[in-house]
């Protein structure tokens, strides 16, 4: 059963809105939740998508543009309020911890608990994050400051045993079933070859998600998230301002639609609205004329990978 998801809890774009919240998500997988981007009212977000705040170990910032970070001390002082012992990990371009140092020194607050920084400072892909199930990678991206999107991908699953066709064999013991969900055949003490597909089925399929946030349309993205099964990708403004969004740093929603078209992405979310919008439902009526399977994200709501 895939219980894999996204919630995003803000997606508006830098400049503060009523109905809307900076740039923010909680990714659920493989047991663990990535908090990405932290902008201003992040905490609260959290509290209202029923999440317990210290069930999140890792954050990953994008860069160091407020509407993507702003939120971070709020959550890092709750931790100390809450008296959170175990280790924060925060993946980010190199200066965030400097900032939350000033903040720390001049409000005299102590934070008890250890936090890991892990600097991001490539212009290449890299591989931040490994454990048995998951891998994440960065993504360059190209904005007015230096910038990452985030990749992750689950390690290739185990077969699931066909128990009725293993007890077909007497030989096979329990303590041969690692190697068969593996993937390897059983050979009988005559020399007898059972494959391996009729002692199992079919391995679930490893889910990935990546998140691409503020960045000009960039085609040199595409060749990392190839068959990604739910893309999120920023787009600030409609197509007609395509050179002014380019100008900024930005992307729109056509630009949005082709890189989820030639990467052959399952699903698109789109994101980071302009202000000047009302509407942000006209995003998606842009986009699927490029891209059909695309979504405009709902504040708190699960999007299952």
Partial sequence: ?????LIILGFNSSLPNYNYHPTSQLLFIKNNYFLIDCGEGTQSQILKSKIKLNKIDYILISHL??????????????????????????????????????NFKWSRTKISYPIKFIYLTSLKQKKIFENKDLKIYT???????????F???EKKKLKNLNIKNIKMIKEIKIKDYLKIKQGYNFKKKNGHIIPNNFLTYKSPKPLSYAYCSDTKYYPNIIKYIK???????????????????????????????????????????????????????????????????????????????
């Fill in 1 to 5: 059963m895939n219980n894999s998801y």
């Fill in 139 to 149: 993504i360059p991206l190209k904005h007015t400051i230096y910038t990452n999107g």
């Fill in 227 to 305: 068959n990604i099964d739910l893309l999120y990708h920023e787009s600030t403004y409609l197509h007609k301002f395509y050179y002014y969004a380019y100008l900024r740093g930005h992307s729109t929603s056509i630009s949005a639609a082709k890189i989820a078209m030639l990467s052959n992405t399952k699903k698109l979310i789109l994101g980071h609205f302009s202000n000047r919008y009302i509407n942000i439902n006209i995003f998606k009526y842009e986009a699927i004329t490029i891209f059909k399977n695309t979504i405009i994200p709902k504040i708190l709501k699960k999007y299952y990978i």
């Fill in 65 to 102: 543009h407020g509407d993507h970070y702003f939120g971070l001390i709020s959550i890092l002082s709750t931790y100390q309020l809450l008296r959170r012992q175990k280790q924060l990990t925060i993946y980010a371009p190199r200066g965030l911890k400097q900032i939350l140092n000033i």
């Fill in 151 to 153: 990749i992750f991908k």
